[in-house]
């Protein structure tokens, strides 16, 4: 009676809503089998998965999905009409087993494991195999040979190893008993099964045998007793439907019945198998407010590892929390006698910890026991004498155990007995007179204060038997009251925060005016935890903390952890926590802490219009809103919602969908790895993840960092952690989420981004490597270049040395040739006329001979000078006309004598011509005689010197040859250099 059941189809994300078989894998996801493709669930979507034509490894080999079975926690095991598909949950590929592979039918119809957990197949008209290291064994066993019944296999049980129970789909159930190797079959004998059709058989924890079938439902123990049971009217007779279409049992001995037209079914087992026990059945037929199934047929049923129920139908999957609900919902359409008169709220009493007053919006008085559902109704329309005077209740206040005040909207206060229903009526004017009311509230001394709307403040007079009004306060808009020291204090609607001293009628204002952050006159509720701490829900402004000693106020909002900024309710608890009710939600906050948690995430919890709040002194919260009535046990949180895991479920590289195999980023499922690496240029990633919370996850949030990248959390509701441009280095990517209960969930993946090859260790190592060698290279190079400068500089030196030298032998020289010329040229000029006066030819013979020599010793001192005018650049070109032909022929003619006495022949070739050219004839003597007398100086004895004149169109050509040594090669190049030798 306490589940809650839940619907998830297609418009969800279920690729079909006609649902086969569901299976949960060993890291928490849910796998659905549809008409249209196999799904994995994980809370928040599906992962649809379909034929793949392009790649046979992506998708199953066919859309209709029979059966699902786990293989060793890491393979799927797919029976499909196209063959067996095995899933590979590690790699994510798929493989197709068919009739080629040595299956008997590609039509897989059945799938069950051993106890040595080897798989075992049943294919529609094939038969049955084994299936071991993707190889078949048949059994040996068909129809023709009269082992089985029919060929047609439905479903297929084992029990122990020796035992095989097989369904069939025209021709009952039969029994393969294994011995020594050997198979034998028989039908099992059981009049209600011959020719049914069995749609599953199922070993309970106890080992009976349980059979769905399309008569009923039957039992085989292990003794071989039976029972079956059928179509009844009454649960306590029987089944809701005959045509049962899946069966699974729990820990706590209830099997659960799948039936085609009846909905489910809840049995206890031991009521049906122990003699002289009433039948305990509970029939769930289809309504819409998840008091039960959604759809009358139930095809498959799978209870996870956190005792969820799933529940296969027509229409989706359906839902339900066997170890109940943390929030239990109580409304006007719930299934008898769980149902109050209306499903707006507006007030809550706790009379008992088993007893709850609800008042409604409209409806009236329900006095609500939470163990028995039974409802006790007061309203306007009662029919006793003095009933409630209105219907709409706002505020409720017990009074002793037989009374109740309740203020209602413009009907002003009535003063009930619930056991006999009449109510004594106060306060029934107008507005002004306080018919509208709003809040109750006993102080210490037992004085009964009401809050009014536009009213003002009113209390009761045990003299007058009546309330009289405050007239030392406004006609206000009370909302609510509370007490400490002597002091009310009042929430008001457009007055602020009111502190009210009865004894003298004295009153603080505080307001938005006076009290700096307060930011608002209007609230709706408040609760005072100590002299300096008094907590105020306001409209739009979030939850505000006043210390009316300081007069300061902290502010919080929805960018603190609020579910919404107006708040209709608080109610403090243990001193340490206040629940929240907000237009949006449910929250408690932490005082010691500050932080908020928010409960709207919880399946089955208000999350719209929140009102009135209160609790039993046994911890339970009650929460009003315009969803009903619900009843919060926190201490049941924990242990009603599992364990939770994050787990990382898909990898993104720039964009692109990673799947598992060689040279990737994946060499697995990313479900199965604990670190990560990338290449440099992968640094651009999305890492999407889960925490598994069922049914539904969608209202979780995510935080993640990705360390040594960002020190900050970031939160996301989507699952998804994106980074871009991650450097390269290590990291660690960090998720966390928070458990219903508040407790945080952690989950972890080591990320390492490779840097490029010019960036690794080895780079580096060579990279100092070739430092240290240009750093040698460039010291050698500058040595060398040293050396070479210094040498250089050396030479240079010697050069100058050299040319110092020179120039003082040119300077001594030249000294020395002036010194020369001047006697010498008195010695030409009295020698001239020497020569002239003389008669005797003997003397003018011996004074020419003397003149020719002076003036060839005069010219050789003038050559002299020339060449030290041409050293320091003074030398001047003297250009006139001669006949070139006929001054070589002379020039050579004067080294005849030495020619002759090294009996060397001079040949000429000169040409004959009368052609006169201009050039400096003295400045070519001289390169003429240098050229002759070296000639002479290097030809061998008895030798020859050719002396050649070529006159060209453009230019003169003297050649001067000898046959002697002549000039070694590597010595050509100093031919222009002085004094070399």
Same mark, same amino acid.
């Given at each position: 009676?306490?589940?809650?059941?839940?619907?998830?189809?297609?418009?969800?994300?279920?690729?079909?809503?006609?649902?086969?078989?569901?299976?949960?894998?060993?890291?928490?996801?849910?796998?659905?089998?549809?008409?249209?493709?196999?799904?994995?669930?994980?809370?928040?979507?599906?992962?649809?998965?379909?034929?793949?034509?392009?790649?046979?490894?992506?998708?199953?080999?066919?859309?209709?999905?029979?059966?699902?079975?786990?293989?060793?926690?890491?393979?799927?095991?797919?029976?499909?009409?196209?063959?067996?598909?095995?899933?590979?949950?590690?790699?994510?590929?798929?493989?197709?087993?068919?009739?080629?592979?040595?299956?008997?039918?590609?039509?897989?119809?059945?799938?069950?494991?051993?106890?040595?957990?080897?798989?075992?197949?049943?294919?529609?008209?094939?038969?049955?195999?084994?299936?071991?290291?993707?190889?078949?064994?048949?059994?040996?066993?068909?129809?023709?040979?009269?082992?089985?019944?029919?060929?047609?296999? +439905?479903?297929?049980?084992?029990?122990?190893?020796?035992?095989?129970?097989?369904?069939?789909?025209?021709?009952?159930?039969?029994?393969?008993?294994?011995?020594?190797?050997?198979?034998?079959?028989?039908?099992?004998?059981?009049?209600?099964?011959?020719?049914?059709?069995?749609?599953?058989?199922?070993?309970?924890?106890?080992?009976?045998?349980?059979?769905?079938?399309?008569?009923?439902?039957?039992?085989?123990?292990?003794?071989?007793?039976?029972?079956?049971?059928?179509?009844?009217?009454?649960?306590?007779?029987?089944? @809701?439907?005959?045509?049962?279409?899946?069966?699974?049992?729990?820990? /706590?001995?209830?099997?659960?019945?799948?039936?085609?037209?009846?909905?489910?079914?809840?049995?206890?087992?031991?009521?049906?198998?122990?003699?002289?026990?009433?039948?305990?059945?509970?029939?769930?037929?289809?309504?819409?407010?998840?008091?039960?199934?959604?759809?009358?047929?139930?095809?498959?049923?799978?209870?996870?590892?956190?005792?969820?129920?799933?529940?296969?139908?027509?229409?989706?999957?359906?839902?339900?929390?066997?170890?109940?609900?943390?929030?239990?919902?109580? $409304?006007?359409?719930?299934?008898?006698?769980?149902?109050?008169?209306?499903?707006?709220?507006?007030?809550?009493?706790?009379?008992?910890?088993?007893?709850?007053?609800?008042?409604?919006?409209?409806?009236?008085?329900?006095?609500?026991?939470?163990? !028995?559902?039974?409802?006790?109704?007061?309203?306007?329309?009662?029919?006793?004498?003095?009933?409630?005077?209105?219907?709409?209740?706002?505020?409720?206040?017990?009074?002793?155990?037989?009374?109740?005040?309740?203020?209602?909207?413009?009907?002003?206060?009535?003063?009930?007995?619930?056991?006999?229903?009449?109510?004594?009526?106060?306060?029934?004017?107008?507005?002004?007179?306080?018919?509208?009311?709003?809040?109750?509230?006993?102080?210490?001394?037992?004085?009964?204060?009401?809050?009014?709307?536009?009213?003002?403040?009113?209390?009761?007079?045990?003299?007058?038997?009546?309330?009289?009004?405050?007239?030392?306060?406004?006609?206000?808009?009370?909302?609510?009251?509370?007490?400490?020291?002597?002091?009310?204090?009042?929430?008001?609607?457009?007055?602020?925060?009111?502190?009210?001293?009865? @004894?003298?009628?004295?009153?603080?204002?505080?307001?938005?005016?006076?009290?700096?952050?307060?930011?608002?006159?209007?609230?709706?509720?408040?609760?005072?935890?100590?002299?300096?701490?008094?907590?105020?829900?306001?409209?739009?402004?979030?939850?505000?903390?006043?210390?009316?000693?300081?007069?300061?106020?902290?502010?919080?909002?929805?960018?603190?952890?609020?579910?919404?900024?107006?708040?209709?309710?608080?109610?403090? /608890?243990?001193?340490?926590?206040?629940?929240?009710?907000?237009?949006?939600?449910?929250?408690?906050?932490?005082?010691?802490?500050?932080?908020?948690?928010?409960?709207?995430?919880?399946?089955?919890? /208000?999350?719209?219009?929140?009102?009135?709040?209160?609790?039993?002194?046994?911890?339970?919260?009650?929460?009003?809103?315009?969803?009903?009535?619900?009843?919060?046990?926190?201490?049941?949180?924990?242990?009603?919602?599992?364990?939770?895991?994050?787990?990382?479920?898909?990898?993104?590289?720039?964009?692109?969908?990673?799947?598992?195999?060689?040279?990737?980023?994946?060499?697995?499922?990313?479900?199965?790895?604990?670190?990560?690496?990338?290449?440099?240029?992968?640094?651009?990633?999305?890492?999407?993840?889960?925490?598994?919370?069922?049914?539904?996850?969608?209202?979780?949030?995510?935080?993640?960092?990705?360390?040594?990248?960002?020190?900050?959390?970031?939160?996301?509701?989507?699952?998804?952690?994106?980074?871009?441009?991650?450097?390269?280095?290590?990291?660690?990517?960090?998720?966390?989420?928070?458990?219903?209960?508040?407790?945080?969930?952690?989950?972890?993946?080591?990320?390492?981004?490779?840097?490029?090859?010019?960036?690794?260790?080895?780079?580096?190592?060579?990279?100092?490597?070739?430092?240290?060698?240009?750093?040698?290279?460039?010291?050698?190079?500058? $040595?060398?270049?040293?050396?070479?400068?210094?040498?250089?500089?050396?030479?240079?030196?010697?050069?100058?040395?050299?040319?110092?030298?020179?120039?003082?032998?040119?300077?001594?020289?030249?000294?020395?040739?002036?010194?020369?010329?001047?006697?010498?040229?008195?010695?030409?000029?009295?020698?001239?006329?020497?020569?002239?006066?003389?008669?005797?030819?003997?003397?003018?013979?011996?004074?020419?001979?003397?003149?020719?020599?002076?003036?060839?010793?005069?010219?050789?001192?003038?050559?002299?000078?020339?060449?030290?005018? +041409?050293?320091?650049?003074?030398?001047?070109?003297?250009?006139?006309?001669?006949?070139?032909?006929?001054?070589?022929?002379?020039?050579?003619?004067?080294?005849?004598?030495?020619?002759?006495?090294?009996?060397? !022949?001079?040949?000429?070739?000169?040409?004959?011509?009368?052609?006169?050219?201009?050039?400096?004839?003295?400045?070519?003597?001289?390169?003429?005689?240098?050229?002759? @007398?070296?000639?002479?100086?290097?030809?061998?004895?008895?030798?020859?010197?050719?002396?050649?004149?070529?006159?060209?169109?453009?230019?003169?050509?003297?050649?001067?040859?000898?046959?002697?040594?002549?000039?070694?090669?590597?010595?050509?190049?100093?031919?222009?250099?002085?004094?070399?030798?």
């Amino acid at each position: 009676s306490d589940l809650y059941f839940y619907q998830i189809n297609s418009s969800d994300g279920l690729s079909n809503n006609v649902i086969n078989d569901i299976t949960q894998d060993s890291l928490g996801f849910l796998w659905i089998a549809t008409y249209d493709g196999l799904n994995r669930y994980d809370g928040m979507q599906f992962l649809k998965f379909r034929k793949n034509i392009a790649d046979e490894k992506t998708g199953v080999s066919n859309n209709y999905i029979q059966e699902l079975q786990l293989l060793d926690n890491n393979r799927l095991l797919i029976a499909t009409d196209a063959g067996l598909n095995i899933y590979d949950l590690t790699t994510e590929t798929f493989k197709v087993l068919t009739t080629t592979e040595g299956l008997l039918n590609n039509s897989v119809s059945a799938l069950t494991l051993n106890e040595q957990q080897q798989p075992i197949i049943g294919t529609y008209r094939g038969g049955i195999q084994y299936l071991s290291s993707l190889a078949f064994e048949t059994i040996g066993l068909s129809k023709d040979g009269e082992a089985l019944s029919s060929n047609e296999i +439905s479903s297929i049980a084992a029990q122990g190893d020796s035992i095989l129970w097989v369904g069939t789909y025209d021709k009952g159930l039969n029994k393969i008993t294994r011995e020594q190797g050997i198979y034998t079959s028989e039908v099992v004998d059981i009049p209600q099964l011959k020719n049914a059709t069995v749609y599953q058989v199922y070993i309970d924890r106890a080992q009976n045998l349980w059979g769905a079938t399309n008569r009923g439902l039957v039992v085989i123990t292990p003794t071989g007793n039976y029972k079956f049971l059928s179509k009844e009217n009454t649960s306590t007779s029987g089944l @809701s439907d005959s045509d049962i279409l899946s069966i699974v049992d729990d820990q /706590q001995g209830n099997l659960f019945v799948g039936t085609r037209y009846g909905g489910l079914n809840i049995l206890n087992k031991r009521s049906l198998l122990t003699e002289n026990i009433p039948l305990d059945i509970q029939w769930y037929q289809p309504t819409s407010d998840g008091a039960s199934v959604f759809d009358r047929s139930v095809t498959s049923l799978f209870i996870d590892k956190d005792q969820g129920l799933w529940i296969g139908t027509p229409t989706g999957l359906n839902y339900t929390n066997l170890k109940g609900e943390f929030a239990k919902t109580i $409304s006007e359409n719930g299934s008898y006698p769980y149902a109050i008169s209306d499903d707006r709220v507006s007030a809550i009493a706790v009379k008992s910890n088993t007893q709850v007053w609800v008042g409604t919006d409209g409806e009236g008085l329900d006095l609500y026991d939470l163990n !028995t559902g039974k409802l006790k109704t007061f309203s306007s329309s009662s029919t006793s004498a003095n009933p409630l005077s209105g219907n709409s209740i706002l505020a409720l206040l017990p009074d002793g155990d037989e009374h109740i005040w309740v203020g209602t909207y413009q009907k002003g206060l009535n003063y009930l007995n619930h056991k006999t229903g009449e109510s004594t009526y106060f306060l029934q004017g107008s507005q002004q007179d306080g018919n509208d009311v709003r809040t109750l509230f006993r102080s210490k001394n037992g004085t009964l204060w009401v809050g009014t709307n536009r009213g003002g403040l009113f209390k009761y007079d045990d003299s007058l038997e009546d309330f009289i009004y405050v007239s030392d306060l406004e006609k206000l808009d009370i909302r609510d009251i509370e007490e400490h020291d002597g002091y009310l204090w009042l929430a008001t609607f457009g007055s602020g925060l009111i502190r009210y001293n009865p @004894s003298d009628g004295s009153a603080i204002y505080y307001n938005s005016d006076n009290i700096k952050n307060l930011n608002t006159n209007i609230f709706f509720t408040l609760e005072i935890v100590d002299d300096s701490t008094i907590l105020l829900g306001t409209r739009y402004n979030g939850l505000k903390i006043f210390d009316p000693k300081n007069e300061t106020v902290k502010s919080y909002s929805e960018n603190d952890g609020l579910s919404n900024n107006t708040i209709n309710s608080l109610l403090l /608890q243990q001193d340490q926590f206040v629940w929240i009710g907000t237009y949006t939600g449910i929250d408690r906050f932490d005082l010691k802490n500050n932080v908020f948690k928010n409960f709207t995430a919880l399946r089955n919890v /208000q999350n719209e219009g929140v009102g009135p709040i209160a609790s039993t002194t046994d911890g339970k919260v009650f929460v009003g809103g315009l969803k009903g009535l619900q009843v919060i046990d926190v201490s049941e949180l924990e242990r009603l919602e599992g364990d939770q895991n994050i787990v990382f479920k898909q990898l993104n590289v720039l964009n692109k969908v990673i799947t598992p195999e060689e040279n990737s980023v994946l060499q697995k499922a990313i479900t199965y790895q604990d670190a990560l690496e990338f290449d440099y240029f992968q640094n651009a990633f999305s890492i999407h993840f889960t925490a598994l919370k069922y049914p539904l996850g969608n209202t979780l949030s995510y935080s993640y960092k990705l360390e040594n990248y960002n020190d900050f959390w970031i939160d996301t509701q989507e699952g998804i952690a994106n980074f871009t441009g991650v450097p390269p280095g290590d990291y660690i990517l960090k998720v966390k989420t928070e458990s219903s209960s508040g407790k945080e969930i952690l989950k972890t993946l080591a990320i390492t981004v490779h840097p490029p090859f010019w960036k690794t260790p080895l780079a580096y190592v060579i990279y100092i490597l070739a430092l240290v060698l240009i750093i040698y290279l460039i010291s050698r190079y500058f $040595s060398e270049r040293l050396k070479l400068k210094n040498r250089l500089i050396l030479e240079q030196q010697q050069r100058q040395l050299e040319h110092e030298l020179n120039e003082e032998r040119l300077r001594f020289f030249t000294a020395f040739s002036h010194e020369l010329k001047t006697p010498l040229t008195l010695i030409l000029a009295p020698l001239d006329n020497l020569i002239t006066d003389a008669n005797n030819r003997s003397l003018k013979k011996q004074l020419n001979i003397i003149n020719r020599n002076a003036k060839k010793l005069s010219a050789a001192i003038n050559k002299l000078l020339e060449f030290r005018k +041409s050293e320091e650049g003074l030398s001047r070109l003297n250009l006139s006309d001669h006949n070139l032909s006929a001054n070589l022929k002379k020039w050579v003619k004067n080294y005849a004598p030495l020619a002759i006495d090294k009996n060397i !022949t001079i040949r000429t070739f000169i040409e004959e011509s009368e052609q006169r050219y201009l050039f400096d004839i003295e400045k070519l003597k001289v390169i003429i005689n240098n050229l002759l @007398s070296n000639a002479i100086k290097y030809c061998d004895d008895d030798g020859s010197i050719e002396v050649h004149l070529y006159i060209n169109k453009y230019t003169l050509d003297i050649a001067v040859s000898d046959n002697g040594a002549g000039i070694a090669p590597q010595e050509l190049e100093e031919i222009f250099s002085w004094y070399y030798r």
